[in-house]
């Protein structure tokens, strides 16, 4: 299994950013994936989750309205689009696959619930 984000970069707050992931080596599109993100010194939070048919979509709390999660699976690619970004969005973004297939409800935003890892790709606003 292997996952590669790409999009990062350094953006003005207000910017915008679109980030992909990546899968090969599994059933991509049997899959939901979902996005996480660390700042340096703080914990590894939960930011979106989409199911492997793009019919559940889960956000956390502080990117509702300004980040919106897809998928092309004919192109084993999930995306982050990232619009009104602010300085607290900074940090490492990475994208991972379930153990279980699904989103998990309300456990989607649980590190425990996943099982492989990319190795992220940095996002920087600026103030």
């Known amino acids: 299994v292997q996952l590669v984000e790409s999009g990062g970069g350094l953006v003005q707050a207000g910017g915008s950013l679109r980030l992909s992931c990546t899968g090969s080596?599994?059933?991509?599109?049997?899959?939901?994936i979902a996005w996480f993100r660390q700042a340096p010194g703080k914990e590894r939070e939960g930011v979106s989750c989409?199911?492997?048919?793009?019919?559940?979509?889960y956000y956390v709390s502080s990117v509702k309205g300004r980040f919106t999660v897809s998928r092309d699976n004919a192109k084993n690619t999930v995306y982050l689009h990232m619009s009104g970004l602010e300085p607290e969005d900074t940090a490492t973004y990475y994208c991972?696959?379930?153990?279980?297939?699904?989103?998990?409800?309300?456990?989607?935003?649980?590190?425990?619930?996943?099982?492989?890892w990319g190795q992220g790709t940095q996002v920087t606003v600026s103030s």
């Open positions: 991972a696959v379930p153990r279980n297939y699904y989103c998990s409800g309300y456990e989607w935003a649980s590190q425990r619930e996943y099982e492989h």
């Open positions: 080596g599994f059933a991509f599109n049997d899959y939901a």
């Open positions: 989409i199911s492997s048919s793009d019919a559940g979509k």
